[in-house]
């Protein structure tokens, strides 16, 4: 069975607020929805548990949250690790 293609969004960016650093990542296995995933800087990643028809809906969802949230709430310390939205 061959290993299914990983495409990532072209959506996909590095968001800098209040001196701190995030990476907004959007991607899906080829046939199936978008996954989002928010990296900090300090390697905690806030993961998404419902899936988005398009990466476009994907990057409106991450923007909101760290607007709302403040890009702090996705550093260590801010969520517990691995923590799922």
């Known amino acids: 069975m061959p290993n299914p293609k ?16 995030v990476e907004i990542l959007i991607y899906r296995i080829e046939g199936a929805e978008w996954t989002l ?3 900090a800087a300090d390697g905690c990643s806030t993961v998404w ?9 994907a990057l409106a969802e991450a923007v909101s949250a760290i607007q709302q949230e403040g890009i702090k709430s996705f550093l260590e310390g801010g969520v517990e690790k691995g923590a799922l939205h």
Do not use: H, K
């Not at 990532?8 to 650093?21: I, M, Y």
């Open 6 to 21: 990983l495409i990532d969004s072209p959506l996909s960016r590095v968001v800098e607020e209040d001196g701190e650093r």
């Open 37 to 39: 995933e928010i990296v």
């Open 49 to 57: 548990e419902e899936p988005f028809e398009s990466d476009g809906e």
